[in-house]
């Protein structure tokens, strides 16, 4: 576990927050962090609606040792504020799930979505334009056609490299409540959506037409118990797919048994200890996001207070429990008071399956390693997170002496909270969101 104590970090922002840490705006904290399936780009989305993407440097040949690291490669507006003028809402543009697909040319695909619309994106690079137009001139205007006295053969000369984001399919009108999962299923011809109430099962290729999978809205409104959080197609079933509740529960459903999944094939429950049981229990035992092993053989489920790993074929409890903050559990009160009680950490695996990570407070984040079972917080904060140093391991203590290295529970800081991780499908790379600035740690190279 050793050489996550040794991560070099390197600090990206978005193009829209050059200024200091403490002067950015509502709209450029991050919301969303994701690699796509070769790990060469990073995208993250804001609340503003914008999605930035990073691509990695090619390695230098002059400097081998070196990795390559991520610079800007495109920026763009996904989605704009609307107003549903039937319910008289306002739509935030904010974007909260980026999913990319895998790429089959040249291109580029992403789908991103806010609460209501996802929009499938088309990111390709141009370094070539067309000169010697027939009926146009070289500034784009028509040409009058009796001044044309011969024909051209169009050439195509180079230019300086242009990214463009296009975008390609908007999947609208299917939710009434929040989306809060897109997930592409491994045919890579369909995904699903999901909000608090329905999943909906999307082709790629048709916007506007979708098939409702899963529905727990109850026929009166007042017998609603749960709300569905998160929900992940299996990475090599298509057939597959799992989604957990604000009841602690995941689900794992079969298409192929019926068009509506309403009845579950796996049921993973972990039945609480009446001694611990308190007013915030259904609170914290809300599950804020499932996701699936690379190898489709485990699940891992973030609550507010751990983070689980189940195996598929046993429902009954969880495989290993992670206690990440437990400290926590004395100010439950004031979390409740202060809202924080109902912050939304995901988690993601390594490359491997072997170490799980996930956020907290104080701008913390947590590793841990399954098979040695040792675990470490690490800070991303501006002032330890120079580049090319070394990240130090930080503690929490809840009470009495506390060492120098320590810092006490009561002086965390709760508005600083890493809630959106991501890490490279095949390399010691991790991206951490916190608020506005986006770190990204490598592993260190002796």
Avoid at 196 to 219: H, Q
């Amino acid at each position: 576990m050793k050489c996550f104590s040794r991560y070099l970090p390197y600090i990206f922002r978005p193009p829209s927050t050059i200024l200091s840490s403490s002067c950015h705006t509502e709209a450029d904290i991050i919301s969303t962090v994701e690699f796509n399936h070769t790990g060469e780009l990073l995208a993250t989305g804001d609340k503003g609606g914008r999605v930035v993407v990073f691509q990695r440097e090619q390695e230098s040949k002059n400097q081998p040792h070196r990795r390559g690291e991520y610079n800007v490669y495109s920026t763009f507006q996904s989605h704009e504020p609307e107003f549903d003028y039937l319910k008289s809402l306002e739509i935030e543009e904010k974007i909260n799930k980026i999913r990319w697909l895998p790429q089959q040319n040249a291109a580029y695909f992403l789908l991103s979505t806010n609460d209501k619309t996802v929009k499938l994106w088309k990111i390709s690079e141009r370094d070539k334009r067309p000169e010697g137009y027939n009926l146009k001139d070289e500034d784009g205007r028509i040409r009058d056609p009796s001044t044309i006295t011969m024909l051209r053969v169009p050439v195509l000369q180079p230019m300086d490299l242009m990214v463009e984001a296009t975008p390609r399919r908007v999947f609208s009108n299917a939710h009434t409540y929040h989306i809060n999962s897109i997930s592409v299923n491994s045919d890579y011809e369909t995904y699903m959506s999901a909000d608090d109430l329905r999943i909906n099962l999307w082709n790629l290729e048709i916007t506007n037409r979708s098939f409702n999978i899963v529905d727990i809205k109850p026929a009166n409104m007042e017998e609603l118990t749960e709300v569905i959080t998160a929900a992940e197609f299996h990475p090599n079933q298509c057939n597959t797919f799992v989604y957990s509740s604000s009841k602690g529960t995941v689900r794992l459903c079969d298409m192929r048994a019926s068009a509506l999944c309403d009845k579950h094939s796996k049921f993973f429950e972990e039945p609480e200890d009446p001694n611990n049981r308190s007013f915030f229990s259904e609170i914290i035992s809300s599950i804020s996001d499932v996701k699936f092993s690379h190898s489709g053989r485990y699940l891992m489920t973030r609550d507010y207070l751990t983070a689980k790993v189940w195996d598929l074929n046993m429902e009954s409890k969880p495989l290993e429990t992670y206690q990440v903050h437990d400290y926590l559990r004395s100010k439950l009160c004031s979390l409740y008071e202060n809202d924080c009680i109902f912050d939304k950490f995901e988690c993601v695996w390594n490359g491997s399956d072997s170490v799980i990570m996930t956020g907290s407070y104080n701008n913390f984040f947590r590793m841990f390693d399954r098979n040695t079972k040792r675990d470490v917080t690490l800070e991303a904060s501006r002032e330890n997170s120079k580049p090319r140093a070394v990240l130090k391991p930080r503690k929490v203590c809840v009470g009495g002496k506390r060492r120098k290295d320590e810092i006490s529970v009561d002086s965390l800081d709760f508005s600083k909270k890493i809630l959106h991780t991501a890490w490279h499908p095949a390399e010691n790379i991790i991206a951490v969101a916190a608020t506005n600035n986006l770190y990204i740690f490598q592993d260190k190279i002796n």
